[in-house]
């Protein structure tokens, strides 16, 4: 079975850091693009970091300079890195990756379960 699984959620007081981790796992041929998005409660999930397969990177602005987005190619890893959290960081965060499972195959996108991130003031 493909998945994707998080780790490293947790509570954190502001201006602290945290790091996410997500491994894909199962019969995965390649991963393509792969990211972090996030949901705070009442509100639409929100893109936060975005990795293409060679490095190429975008944030939202607000991650902008406080986090870094990076990824293993050989571990089907993705990390996001954040410093500096603030209290409006607080969310489940869900890593995602676009992934192809036999060769010449179709691509398919994939979601993390999703681990919360609660920064105390």
């Known amino acids: 079975q493909v998945q994707l699984v998080e780790f490293g959620g947790g509570l954190v007081q502001a201006g602290g850091s945290l790091k996410l981790s997500c491994v894909g796992s199962g019969r995965i041929f390649s991963i393509n693009d792969m990211g972090w998005y996030r949901q705070a409660p009442r509100q639409q999930r929100e893109l936060v970091a975005h990795?293409?397969?060679?490095?190429?990177?975008n944030y939202a602005d607000s991650a902008k300079g406080r986090f870094t987005i990076s990824r293993d190619n050989a571990k089907n890893t993705v990390y996001l890195q954040m410093n500096n959290l603030k209290p409006e960081d607080t969310a489940v965060y869900y890593c995602?990756?676009?992934?192809?499972?036999?060769?010449?195959?179709?691509?398919?996108?994939?979601w993390g379960q999703g681990t919360q991130v609660t920064v105390s003031s």
């Open positions: 990795i293409t397969t060679g490095g190429g990177t």
């Open positions: 995602y990756a676009d992934m192809v499972l036999i060769p010449r195959g179709p691509t398919y996108g994939y």
